[in-house]
């Protein structure tokens, strides 16, 4: 079985079990980001160690001639130097990723009870960007939409080979209306 990794299909109770805590997200973040371990971000060494009393926060050994170089988990992410917490951006990036009629700023910043709508809007516009991102979305291990056709850069629809009938005309959706009618809010969002 693969393992469990965020996607556009992805349940709120599937949701809990994969990132119970700040630390199921870290480790997780960790992993599809350095899948065969950490790597010094500045140099690209592999030879790194792990800070014992400072969980995900590494010292790499060939910047360390050179004065020395620490980095954390989160350096080189859209999660720097922010004082949001790791899961809050997993919350917001699930309910991002899985909305079907997409989500304000708005919207967020009422649901998580934000103090300022400065921080739900420069949450959702780094989230949206990512998403569009081949890179990040790679960094967030999402699973490809499985049966849901992909957008292209120009916009136009690509269905994966063979996934059409798939789309349009499951059981719950015999017509495939509310497949297309969610396809066509996606295509607008894109513009
Ligand atoms: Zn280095």
Redesign the pocket.
């Known amino acids: 079985m693969a393992a469990a990794r965020l996607s556009e299909t992805m349940t709120l109770a599937q949701f809990e079990r994969l990132f119970p805590t700040e630390e199921a997200c870290k480790s997780y973040l960790a992993a599809h980001r350095w899948p065969d371990g950490p790597v010094?971000v500045?140099?690209g060494?592999e030879r790194v160690y792990p800070f014992t009393n400072r969980p995900f926060h590494w010292q790499?050994t060939?910047?360390a001639a050179a004065g020395g170089?620490r980095f954390s988990l989160l350096v080189g992410t859209i999660f720097e130097n922010t004082n949001i917490a790791l899961r809050t951006w997993f919350k917001v990036i699930h309910l991002m990723l899985t909305s079907e009629a997409g989500i304000s700023a708005l919207e967020i910043q009422r649901m998580f009870g934000f103090g300022s709508y400065r921080t739900s809007h420069f949450m959702w516009h780094r989230i949206r960007a990512g998403l569009g991102d081949p890179e990040f979305r790679r960094l967030m291990g999402i699973g490809a939409a499985e049966g849901r056709p992909s957008a292209g850069k120009d916009g136009k629809q690509r269905p994966p080979a063979g996934s059409v009938r798939k789309t349009f005309g499951s059981a719950a959706d015999p017509n495939g209306t509310r497949a297309r009618a969610r396809q066509n809010a996606r295509t607008r969002a894109l513009k």
Do not use: T, V
Request: proline residues 0%; glycine residues 0%.
């Open positions: 010094c500045r140099c060494n790499c060939r910047c170089y």
